[in-house]
Structure formats: C-alpha cells, structure tokens
C-alpha cells in the first residue's frame, strides 16, 4: 500500500528482513533505501559485523533509513539490546530527496513494529556510538 503523503510504497521484504532481525536476531542491522517510488532492503548486515561496518554502509550523499541492533551492558551489569531506527538525511542530499524520505518515514517506522528508539542523523556525529548508549537506556 502506498503512502498517500508522498506515494511511497513498502516492499514486503523490508518487514521480513526486519522480523528477523527483531526476533531471531539474524542480522545486526538493515539499510534500506527508496528506490522508484519503494522501499527496499539495500543492505542486511551480519549478526558478526561491528558498528563501524553498519556506519560505512551509509552513503555520505544520500539518504537513507536503517535499522540497528544495539547491544548494551547496564549498570546493573545485564545484557540488554535495543533495536534503533536511523533516519539518515546528510545535509549533502539532494533536497528532493531529504524530502522524500522525510515524508514517508513515519509510515515506514510504522512498517517496522519493534522500534524502539529513533534517531535523525545528517552527519555520523549524531549517530555516534556514544548517541546509541546515550539513547539507549
């Protein structure tokens, strides 16, 4: 179903790939990307790879969403995971696209049921590990 606000549909993929990633943990994160008129899984990283490899994966000049599976030790010394959703608008993107990407994404966050934090970045500062262990708990 498209998004009536900006046209933009959901590949069905994108809530399998991120059911599996919520549930079975089978991927450390997923960068999807708009592309005709759709979203679509562009990259699914492995459960081994790091945060440094899920940063890479981002383009510098274009947008994207994505998905991020964080894992944290609290105070109380437990393991605990968070799963956050990366709007990802660098302010070398083109305008159309920011604004693209702006208007359909809390449909797609919707899409996506399990986020548990969300973040606005356009430039790798703001989304910085400290960002995710800051926001996290």
């Known amino acids: 179903m498209a998004n009536a606000a900006s046209g933009i ?3 069905d993929d994108c809530k399998l790939k991120f059911l599996e990633l919520k549930a079975k943990r089978t991927f450390r994160f997923i960068v999807f990307k ?6 679509i899984v562009e990259k699914l990283g492995e459960p081994a790879e790091s945060y440094e490899d899920f ?18 030790v ?7 995971s968070r ?3 990366i709007a990802w608008c660098p302010d070398t ?3 159309r696209s920011k604004m693209i990407y702006a208007s359909s994404k809390d449909r797609f966050k919707r ?9 606005q970045a356009t430039d790798p500062t ?4 400290d960002v995710f262990k800051s926001r996290a708990n």
Do not use: W
Not at 55 to 72: Q, T
């Open 93 to 95: 993107a083109k305008v």
């Open 111 to 119: 899409e996506l049921d399990g986020i548990q934090v969300e973040l």
């Open 34 to 39: 708009i592309e005709e008129k759709q979203v």
């Open 74 to 80: 609290t105070v109380e010394n437990c393991q605990k």
């Open 126 to 129: 703001e989304m910085g590990l």
């Open 9 to 11: 549909a959901v590949h």
């Open 55 to 72: 940063a890479a994966s981002l383009p510098d000049d274009e947008c994207r969403y994505a998905v991020y599976d964080y894992d944290f």
């Open 83 to 85: 799963i956050f959703f």
